[in-house]
Every structure is written in structure tokens, then in C-alpha cells.
């Protein structure tokens, strides 16, 4: 298996424009999570997924933030509109469900830059 | 919600010398604890993890301890090598990776 892929690696859009991440998890994994890093406040946990389902959307900052996962091979993060705080590095990471699957595989993130 | 928190910010060691980190957590129900390193322009990666029915668990040079009444755990990296230089971060979990938190992260330089 490839892994967990991130698409773009990088992206710079101006202020105002939508910006879409995309995550393909490793197959046979249920549970996808979105986590956002910033020198200031580390590795924050956006949202996550089982079974392609949101279970827990408590860390998105805000309505401009959106995630969907439409089937068990995709997923895409949002940002509509673009603001320059939302600049970080973005990544995707998947596991398998339940107490014993306690591994999660990162993505190698998608690095943001809003000007 | 669980707390960890994570010391120190960032360490430097010289190379064949041994590093600490460490963490406390705040929720009493957590019960394991990994830990994931961080290169340069990638995703973490687990290294080495520990549930809180045991006290240590080693892997070649590296390992953890855990001391549960005081809600502690550590990491130790014996012999530094060059390639150890990274960030890592320690997270706790009351049960599955779902509700995962992660400490803040120490970044490593191994001096040569």
C-alpha cells in the first residue's frame, strides 16, 4: 500500500478563494481523521470519520471549514473563503476502528499558504 | 477532556548521548499512550507505544515508562544518532486512536 495520500503538497491561494484538500486513506482503514499544525497551537484534531460518517466535528474553527468523506477511499477539507490565518501544514491521517487499532498512518500533509 | 502535557520544548544532545522527554496527562481513564515522531517535511509516525498494564516497554534503543498513580510517561532515546534529530510527540487515549490528544512536541537535535 501507497499509504495515506495528500493532495496538493502545497498551495498558495490569495485571501478570499476556496481552497480544496484531498486524502485518499489506506485501504481498509475506517477512520479518517483531518488535523491542522501551526508553530502555535501543534497538531489540532479538525474532524474525524468512521465508516465514512463525521463522528466528531468539535475541533473545525469555524462555518468556512468543511469536510466530507463520500465513499471510504476520499475525503476533502474545505476552506471557503480562505483567510492568511488559515496558513498551516494540513494532514490526513487513517486507522483502523476500535480499542485495538491504535495506529494511525499520517498523510505527508498539504502545506497551506493564504496571501 | 484529556490534558497532556509535554517537556521539554526542545532538546539538544550530543551524538552517543541519551534523551528524555516527558509527559503528563490529565484523565485518569486513559490508558495508552504512543508516541510519534515528526521528520522534516513529513507526517508523524508511530515509534513505539504502552498501555497502562505495563511499566515499560523497550525496542532496540528506544523506550517508554509509565508511572500511573502519577499520571506521568516518558520517552528514552539511548546512543543519539544524527537521524534521532525530529520532532516527537507523546499523545494519550483512553481507549482506541479516535480520542487521541497529543502533547505539544519536543524537537530533538542530535549534535554530531
Not at chain 2, 490534558?3 to 528524555?20: C, F, I, K
Request: one cysteine or more; aromatic letters at 10%; glycine letters at 8%.
Amino acid at each position: 500500500d501507497a499509504g495515506v495520500i495528500q493532495s496538493p503538497r502545497h498551495e498558495v491561494t490569495e485571501m478570499g478563494q476556496e481552497v480544496t484538500l484531498r486524502c485518499k486513506p489506506i485501504s481498509g482503514h475506517n477512520s479518517l481523521f483531518w488535523y491542522r499544525q501551526t508553530m502555535m497551537r501543534g497538531l489540532e484534531l479538525l474532524i474525524y470519520f468512521n465508516n465514512n460518517v463525521p463522528i466528531d466535528d468539535s475541533g473545525m474553527p469555524e462555518d468556512r471549514f468543511s469536510a466530507k468523506m463520500p465513499n471510504a477511499s476520499f475525503s476533502t477539507l474545505k476552506i471557503q473563503p480562505s483567510e492568511p490565518r488559515d496558513s498551516a501544514v494540513y494532514f490526513c491521517a487513517s486507522s483502523g476502528m476500535g480499542p485495538r487499532n491504535t495506529e494511525a498512518f499520517f498523510g505527508q500533509g498539504t502545506r497551506l499558504t493564504v496571501v | 477532556g484529556e490534558n497532556v502535557e509535554q517537556h521539554p520544548s526542545t532538546l539538544s544532545v550530543q551524538e552517543g548521548d541519551s534523551a528524555v522527554i516527558k509527559c503528563t496527562y490529565s484523565d485518569s481513564a486513559s490508558n495508552y499512550f504512543p508516541w510519534y515522531k515528526q521528520e522534516l517535511g513529513k507526517g508523524p509516525q508511530l515509534i513505539i507505544d504502552i498501555r497502562s498494564n505495563v511499566g515499560e516497554k523497550k525496542d532496540q534503543r528506544i523506550a517508554v515508562t509509565l508511572n500511573k498513580t502519577a499520571k506521568h510517561f516518558s520517552l528514552h532515546i539511548t546512543e543519539t544518532q544524527p537521524e534521532d534529530s525530529a520532532v516527537y510527540f507523546c499523545a494519550a487515549s483512553p481507549g482506541g486512536y479516535q480520542k487521541v490528544t497529543f502533547g505539544t512536541g519536543t524537537k530533538l537535535q542530535v549534535i554530531p
